[in-house]
């Protein structure tokens, strides 16, 4: 069973049941800290690698931005693959991205980069990873929601995070999503723990969102990290969104589930609506009466990205 985040995780400050829970962070420090060892001894890898990931956890784009960065780098020429840890509950994200471009999913990343690494791939693109010690990226790039930022700033389990804000300062730039909301004070945040660092803000654009029109009703599902953002972005378009079911990031949808759903639909003389990674976690039979909104990642200073991947590169 898969459990959403608790609320009090998102608080802009801890509570009374995070620092009950603080004494259980200690596993997650002394972890962390012997994978900034291990990972500082690591031979250089044969290939070029970029680690997009994240400290907070879910919801930040980096599925997203991976397969973008992997476009990126297809117009620059570059032999490009995306690697992607293999989870039996993340087949979602594994379909996504074997869709947009070479994917090399193994149970551990180095055996993904050995793959690559037969097949004359120049640079290897990590979907998640920067808590593995086993390999030395050359970029490591952290993802951040700009609603969400670093919740009550603690690390698991009292708060969302897989390692202090601290960090920022080993990692080359920042990456932070949002849906067009000021993003001046998490930028002066980042800057006080890495004044180097580079900054990019992230947005999502649908692609086909003529095809729904905002004089219907719509009720609207999803089961991934932040599904605040993709309410947000339909109710910009102005879509009438009239019912909302949030399930846990992965969540394998039962046909109860679907039945349940279609019912409320009907009941309400809505249309249902989902994102493009729950939809794809549906059964042929389920999905029927069921449509998806295909979003791409933009990037602000994509020019600038561009340009400081080419000498990092």
């Not at 603080?22 to 070029?48: A, D, G, H, S, V």
């Not at 869709?99 to 050995?114: H, T, W």
């Not at 601290?166 to 930028?187: H, L, M, R, W």
Request: a positive charge; hydrophobic letters at 35%.
């Amino acid at each position: 069973m898969k459990l959403i985040k608790p609320k009090f995780w998102d608080y802009k400050k801890p509570n009374a049941l995070s620092y009950f829970l603080l004494p259980l962070t200690l596993p997650i420090i002394i972890n962390n800290f012997y994978i900034k060892l291990k990972r500082n001894k690591k031979k250089e890898n044969k290939i070029k690698t970029i680690c997009i990931g994240n400290i907070y956890i879910g919801g930040t784009a980096k599925t997203p931005l991976s397969i973008k960065i992997n476009q990126i780098l297809n117009r620059l020429n570059f032999r490009s693959g995306i690697i992607k840890k293999f989870y039996k509950n993340q087949i979602d994200e594994q379909k996504l991205l074997s869709d947009k471009g070479k994917l090399y999913c193994f149970s551990k990343r180095k055996d993904a980069l050995r793959e690559a690494i037969k097949d004359n791939i120049d640079v290897a693109v990590f979907d998640d990873g920067l808590q593995d010690s086993s390999i030395n990226y050359d970029l490591r790039f952290v993802c951040f929601n700009n609603i969400k930022w670093i919740g009550n700033g603690l690390l698991i389990p009292a708060g969302p995070l897989r390692n202090k804000i601290q960090c920022i300062k080993d990692y080359d730039a920042v990456f932070v999503n949002g849906n067009g909301e000021n993003s001046t004070n998490i930028k002066i945040l980042i800057k006080k723990y890495n004044q180097n660092i580079r900054i990019f803000e992230t947005y999502y654009k649908p692609i086909d969102i003529h095809k729904f029109n905002n004089k219907e009703r719509y009720l609207i599902f999803s089961g991934i990290g932040n599904p605040d953002i993709f309410k947000e972005t339909l109710l910009k378009n102005n879509l009438n969104v009239v019912k909302e079911f949030k399930f846990p990031d992965h969540y394998t949808y039962t046909e109860k589930d679907i039945r349940s759903i279609k019912l409320y639909a009907h009941n309400l003389n809505a249309k249902i609506l989902t994102t493009e990674k729950d939809y794809v976690r549906l059964s042929k039979d389920n999905s029927n009466g069921i449509e998806f909104l295909q979003i791409e990642l933009i990037i602000k200073q994509e020019n600038e990205l561009i340009n400081f991947i080419k000498i990092k590169i």
